[in-house]
Every structure is written in structure tokens, then in C-alpha cells.
């Protein structure tokens, strides 16, 4: 798993802002809080071209036919503190994509567990052979 240094990808990335809804009073129609995190996958020097592929193909729904990952971020009032929440939010879904996926272990079952599914399977078709008409 790679870990993706917060300064560096904050300066790979471009921030838009604009007016959110929510809680501020008066203060939501006048200050642009909301913060819209860009991000270009292809154009970013943090990854080599192996990780920038994986990227591409495990966050295929988020990214935009550009290549480019966007993250909303309208919680707080402050723009400052929305803009640290946003890159916080990137970096993890970047790096939850990198991290390499566990293969899966073939287990059988066990004897025991097989035993009590053939013994509940026996006494289910002992109260059905009740019910039939004679």
C-alpha cells in the first residue's frame, strides 16, 4: 500500500469554490465555502504508470472521462477547514484503490459442519414424509 504525501498532492491539484446550502445563515448567500477538490490521474507525477492504470480501472465511476477525480467538500462553514476535509477525502480513496487486493483462500468445509447439514437435511425430509397423504 502507498502512502500519498498530503502536501505534495495538494500541490498536484486545483480547488474551485462556490456557494454551499446548509447551516451559516446569512453567511451561506454570501461566502463560497464549498470546496471542489480537482484532480488529474493522468497528468499527476505522484504515481508511475502501473499505479495510474490501476487507478483508472478501480475508480472508473469516479473519475471523469478525462481521467480527472473530483471530491465536493460542503460540511463546515469554513472554506479552510472544507478544503483540508476534501484533500483528507481524495487521499483515502486514492489510496484505498491502491492498496493490493487480498487473493481469496479456498476452504472446505468442516467435518463437523457437514455432518450437521446432511443431519438437519435427513430430519427435514423425515417431517415432509409426514405430511404426504397415504
Known amino acids: 500500500m502507498k502512502n500519498i504525501d498530503p502536501i505534495a498532492f495538494e500541490k498536484e491539484c486545483t480547488f474551485r469554490t462556490a456557494r454551499s446550502g446548509g447551516k451559516g445563515g446569512q453567511n451561506v448567500n454570501k461566502v463560497e465555502t464549498k470546496v471542489v477538490l480537482v484532480f488529474s490521474v493522468a497528468e499527476s507525477g505522484l504515481f508511475d504508470e502501473n499505479e495510474k492504470a490501476t487507478l483508472h480501472q478501480k475508480l472508473a465511476a ?7 477525480l ?65
Do not use: F, M, Y
Open 62 to 68: 469516479r473519475l471523469t472521462q478525462e481521467g480527472i
Open 70 to 134: 473530483q471530491v465536493h467538500c460542503d460540511r463546515e462553514r469554513s472554506q479552510r477547514k472544507n478544503k483540508t476535509i476534501a484533500i483528507s477525502r481524495a487521499v483515502a480513496i486514492l489510496e484505498k484503490a491502491l492498496k493490493p487486493v487480498k487473493p481469496r483462500k479456498k476452504t472446505k468445509p468442516t467435518k463437523a459442519s457437514v455432518e450437521k447439514r446432511l443431519q438437519d437435511k435427513l430430519l427435514l425430509s423425515k417431517k415432509k414424509e409426514l405430511r404426504v397423504k397415504i
